[in-house]
DNA sequence: ACACAGTGGTTTCAAATTAAAACCGTCATG
DNA sequence: CATGACGGTTTTAATTTGAAACCACTGTGT
């Protein structure tokens, strides 16, 4: 878990939420956990990964204040796993994946699943960056500012 | 490589992708390649890891279509990697893991980097995801529509 | 009371992956 | 023609993964 993901000191304001989240496990059952997925044993036969792994997981989740645990929810003595505040804020992540997704991954005739408005069933739409005044922006039209300079052009 | 990422034939429309990207480390090589980075030697010394790991992942992306590599770019008889469309289209996704990453892993009055507007060097807007209406929805606003059925309330 | 099954894990151990370091080949430079 | 930079590959040890076995607790039937 000590994964050194970077040479310096602190890292980076992405490579901390990778570290955070852990690896692509953890990541399927966030969004199982969207999905309504709440007990160990729903993960495991979602996800089909081994009962180890899936503790651990889950584990490393609820260190990072993901996932929580809640008590019960109908008579079992069992706990139940729920998304933390900081775990909801993964769903434009995911929805990010799920639409790279569907532009490359599948044919234009593939079924697959769609992500849906509860509302009225028709799809959402794109994600899209916009600048304060509006303009839809892509990765061309931004840079990263370094924090203690407010008007350097550090973009490396 | 050959994660068996699901139990299922045929991953869903949020691992497939994960099973493309590889790892973490391959993510932060892809942002790194947003920023400007091409150079074998660019991405070892700005991420810190070990030849043979970075050599890996880049093939695996040049595999997947997300980075391709070019010839030359100045006299040097070495080649570039740079991002593809495929590779363009998880900008999305990086702007997403920043923005989360934005508002739970760092103090309010932390410095970080933002990203901003290159126009204008203000910082870009959240990223917000809205329905055929527009209204801005969250996870709880959506559920997914399994392909075969258009009618049936599949959620899992 | 007692076998038995379901759930939620932990432990054990072999196999795969990762990572550090050493090595190699090409090209440029002095 | 020695030296060093660049871009890797190979070698080797350490870590992680994952399958399977095991364990503990609860409920259920008889």
Redesign the pocket.
């Known amino acids: 878990?000590?994964?050194?993901v970077s040479h310096r000191d602190s890292m980076c304001g992405v490579a901390r939420p990778l570290d955070a989240i852990g690896?692509w496990?953890s990541l399927l059952i966030v969004r199982d956990a969207f999905d309504g997925l709440r007990?160990?044993?729903e993960f495991q036969k979602s996800l089909g990964?081994?009962?180890?792994?899936l503790?651990?997981r889950l584990?490393n989740l609820l260190a990072h204040g993901i996932l929580e645990t809640v008590p019960a929810a109908d008579?079992?003595?069992?706990?139940e796993y729920v998304l933390t505040e900081k775990g909801r804020g993964l769903f434009p992540l995911l929805v990010a994946l799920r639409q790279w997704g569907e532009d490359f991954f599948f044919e234009p005739d593939e079924a697959h699943v769609l992500l849906v408005d509860r509302k009225n069933g028709l799809p959402v739409r794109r994600l899209e960056l916009r600048a304060q005044d509006g303009r839809v922006v892509g990765a061309e039209d931004t840079m990263v500012r370094l924090p203690q300079s407010s008007h350097e052009n550090g973009s490396a």
Chains 1, 2 share one sequence.
């Open positions: 878990m000590a994964k050194r690896d496990w007990r160990f044993g990964l081994a009962k180890n792994i503790s651990a584990r008579g079992s003595p069992y706990q």
